[in-house]
């Protein structure tokens, strides 16, 4: 158990919905990241929050946003699905000790699997 | 980021050794090197990770050489629950960087 949690576990939704996904990170970890991976591959950095700001993104169109709360929990939305959107999403806190910190790891919740029909 | 170059695939017999070697020629100095441990529909699991030199832990070793240019994750006598993905990832500062993945090792270990 890393203290990661995610909802729902399984989804599923149409083409040109919206989804929101949701993560609660593990207690006293300030920063989460999300991902997706498609069957197969290894998981593909969506975008990372620290501290309810944005703090980095990957090569993922506007329509996948997300939220970071004062709790640091976290949400990630995606506008107008497409079938290409399902995959697995991932959730993963970890504490960031601020530049030159020690080093830590990302903890990683269990996952939602998104089916877009 | 430094790429990561590890073999697709492995397969073992349950209580042997398994060794997989990640080779990651353009290391920066203050990366390090983590493992994590994938099973089907989960999230991965962080196993080890290691600077320089050799790390142990009650899951795994983690040995690597002077040049840091390579790193080996050993598991020492698998069992069938060991059957997973293991991917190499090498990143400065793991908790507040943006892990990157490739496609990982495919153990099977037989019985």
């Known amino acids: 158990e890393t203290g990661v949690t995610q909802s729902p576990t399984h989804l599923i939704k149409t083409r040109g919905q919206q989804v929101t996904l949701r993560c609660s990170s593990q207690?006293?970890?300030?920063?989460v990241s999300w991902y997706q991976q498609a069957l197969g591959q290894g998981p593909q950095f969506i975008f990372q929050?620290?501290?309810?700001?944005?703090?980095g993104r990957g090569n993922f169109p506007p329509r996948f946003s997300g939220l970071q709360f004062p709790n640091y929990s976290s949400e990630l939305n995606v506008n107008a699905l497409e079938l290409d959107d399902s995959a697995l999403y991932l959730c993963?806190?970890?504490?960031?000790?601020?530049?030159?910190?020690?080093?830590?790891?990302?903890?990683f919740g269990q996952g939602t699997r998104l089916t877009v029909v | 980021l430094a790429k990561t170059t590890q073999p697709i695939s492995m397969d073992s017999y349950e209580g042997q050794e398994v060794n997989i070697t990640c080779s990651h020629n353009?290391?920066?100095?203050?990366?390090?090197i983590t493992w994590y441990q994938q099973f089907p529909s989960q999230g991965p699991r962080f196993i080890i990770q290691?600077?320089?030199t050799k790390v142990t832990n009650e899951v795994a070793s983690l040995f690597i050489p002077a040049d840091r240019k390579s790193s080996t994750l050993s598991l020492p006598r698998v069992s069938l629950s060991d059957t997973a993905v293991y991917y190499c990832?090498?990143?400065?500062?793991?908790?507040?960087?943006?892990?990157?993945f490739g496609s990982g090792t495919r153990l099977q270990v037989q019985p």
């Open positions: 929050y620290y501290r309810e700001e944005e703090n």
């Open positions: 207690s006293g970890h300030n920063t």
């Open positions: 993963a806190s970890s504490l960031a000790m601020g530049t030159g910190g020690t080093n830590t790891e990302a903890f």
């Open positions: 353009n290391i920066a100095t203050n990366d390090y």
């Open positions: 990832l090498v990143a400065k500062d793991t908790g507040r960087r943006a892990l990157t």
């Open positions: 290691g600077y320089k």
